[in-house]
């Protein structure tokens, strides 16, 4: 079997997975997702989730393996996750009560011996994460010696700010505890809540609380709940006797929980992590699948980036094509003598503004004809909305920007004459005198050239004025690109970062899959969707009998795990 107790973390293959797991979230941490697709609010949410999963749970995992083991409890409201606690306990951890919900901030239950540096760290990640006010409840019990208990508020509970701290409390957990009762089990918002941890991966716990005295009533409660476990993927087999039912207790006890021996096969299982080779394999299993799980979901943010790409191209050439077709328009009205008209200005920089005129003119042409075809795309009527700005018109800076573009044009006539004069360079006094006449001879085809046009330019006219004409339309363009810039500003490219991360995704896979590294090797050879199972037959510590009277799966418990590409 896969298991490969008491292995210590290789130091290699932590120091090689590391800068990849801190590139990886780099490289995240850059990524804004500015183009309103449909499924962006996806990808976002799959992005931050991704980094924190890095960064609070698998970078200092791998940091400090031998870390107690962190077991988060969660369920619906009111269904005795608290009362579980401090069953377990024996003790008052967390306060339980009928007020819905009861606990509004997390509870942390340890062991007083980790005074460690990695205990700070912890629980001011903790506090990052779920919020200041988590308590903090130190003691002594063994079950707390190699684990970290963490009460939640209900999975449904949204605090003011937007937070979920049972969600929030969950990235940090190695192990889940999912608490619920036969009232509640069959909410469709603990299955969406199940759904939407699944991706993590982390091995869950099911226990279903205040099942009835009856025993026959009880039993098929556990069955159907197995049942709907499995057909979520949750649940290796549609087994009861892998759920750990727990009875409702009749009367109160001092510290708000019931019999010890009640959660007697719970406590058990969960004390089976102070065996060495229980707790390392279900690190190294819980990191392995996290990192994998990291992987699967980065593959949603690249098909975002592939989205946009697609997105990016069609919106891209509607511009190039609307502005486009203006340059040409203009062109060919240039060569067709269409702004011959403009010959009658005394110099180039008055006819430039009559051209600067036709020109804005025309931004606004192409302005309006993409908004209009972008109006056809969801993305684009979203862009079109956003901002502020419209894009209906041209900017109000086009028409400055056209003018001055138009003017510098005639130092660039100068280099065109000055090469195609007669003796093929000029003294740039002399070139600048006949750009100021010659750019007649580039808008009135029919014009015929006199004076120092005709001196220095005569039999090369014609390729003169091609190459000026030529070089007029860049202009143009330039003008036009500096108006559809605002359009395709708006279209992120992220190849660049799609590329980058790609290549991180399978320098991780590589080391996630690789044999050289013996921690990672004590993972199981999971083979893609296959939900797996530490079986307790596997590892060679030999359970502590279950107390008396606890009902629930004792030795044939398992821990599963989904490991699911997009919940
Ligand atoms: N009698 C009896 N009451 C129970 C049992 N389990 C839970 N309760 C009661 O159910 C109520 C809710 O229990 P809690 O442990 O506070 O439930 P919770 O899941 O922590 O609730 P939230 O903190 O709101 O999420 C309390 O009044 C408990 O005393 C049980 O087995 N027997
Ligand atoms: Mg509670």
């Not at 009880?218 to 499995?230: E, V």
Request: proline share 5%.
């Amino acid at each position: 079997m896969w298991c490969n107790p008491g292995m210590e973390a290789d130091p290699a293959a932590i120091a090689a997975l590391r800068p990849r797991l801190e590139k990886l979230t780099e490289l995240l941490d850059g990524v804004e997702f500015n183009l309103p697709t449909p499924s962006r609010d996806h990808a976002e949410r799959v992005r931050v989730a991704v980094i924190r999963t890095v960064t609070e749970y698998l970078i200092p995992r791998l940091d400090e393996p031998q870390a107690p083991i962190v077991a988060v409890v969660i369920g619906p409201s009111g269904t005795g996750k608290s009362t579980i606690v401090n069953s377990l306990a024996n003790d008052r951890i967390s306060d339980v009560g009928a007020l819905r919900p009861t606990t509004r901030n997390a509870v942390l239950w340890a062991h007083r011996d980790h005074g460690s540096r990695y205990w700070s760290e912890f629980v001011s990640r903790v506090r990052d994460r779920v919020g200041q006010t988590v308590e903090v409840v130190i003691g002594d019990d063994d079950l707390t010696a190699d684990l970290t208990i963490i009460d939640t508020p209900p999975s449904e509970f949204v605090t003011p700010s937007g937070r979920r701290p049972a969600l929030d409390a969950l990235a940090l957990a190695d192990l889940c505890v999912f608490v619920t009762s036969p009232s509640r089990y069959a909410d469709i918002s603990a299955w969406e809540f199940l759904r939407e941890i699944r991706w993590r991966g982390v091995p869950m716990l099911f226990v279903l609380n205040r099942l009835p005295p009856d025993r026959t009533e009880a039993i098929s409660l556990l069955n159907d709940f197995a049942g709907r476990l499995h057909d979520n993927g949750l649940l290796l087999e549609a087994d009861a006797a892998m759920v750990f039912g727990v009875n409702e207790a009749v009367g109160d006890r001092w510290h708000g929980g019931l019999d010890p021996g009640a959660v007697g096969a719970l406590r058990n299982e969960l004390g089976a992590v102070s065996n060495t080779g229980y707790r390392d394999t279900l690190v190294s299993m819980t990191a392995y699948t996290t990192g994998r799980n990291v992987v699967d979901r980065c593959r949603v943010i690249i098909e975002e980036f592939q989205k946009v790409a697609a997105i990016r191209e069609r919106l891209d050439e509607v511009v190039s094509a609307a502005y486009g077709s203006q340059v040409s328009e203009i062109t060919i009205m240039m060569a067709g003598g269409s702004l011959r008209d403009m010959a009658r200005h005394k110099s180039w920089s008055e006819a430039a503004v009559d051209l600067t005129a036709i020109v804005t003119r025309r931004a606004g042409v192409s302005a309006q004809a993409t908004a209009t075809s972008w109006l056809d795309d969801p993305t684009g009527e979203a862009l079109l909305e956003g901002k502020g700005t419209t894009l209906w018109r041209h900017t109000e800076d086009t028409s400055w920007d056209v003018q001055g573009r138009l003017e510098d044009w005639e130092e660039t006539l100068a280099l065109v004459a000055a090469r195609n004069s007669r003796s093929g360079s000029l003294r740039p006094r002399v070139a600048a005198r006949l750009a100021s006449k010659a750019w007649r001879a580039v808008i009135d085809p029919e014009l015929k050239p006199s004076g120092i046009v005709k001196r220095k330019l005569k039999r090369n006219m014609a390729a003169f004025v091609e190459e000026a004409r030529s070089s007029l339309s860049n202009v143009i363009k330039e003008s036009l690109d500096f108006d559809a810039r605002r359009f395709t500003d708006r279209l992120d490219d992220h190849a660049p970062v799609a590329e980058r991360l790609g290549r991180e995704l399978t320098a991780i896979s590589a080391l996630l899959e690789g044999e050289d590294h013996p921690y990672l090797e004590t993972v199981p050879d999971l083979d893609g969707e296959a939900p797996l199972t530490v079986e307790r037959d596997d590892l060679d510590a030999e359970p502590t009998a279950s107390p008396e009277g606890a009902d629930g799966p004792g030795d044939e418990a398992a821990v599963a795990t989904e490991n699911d590409a997009d919940a």
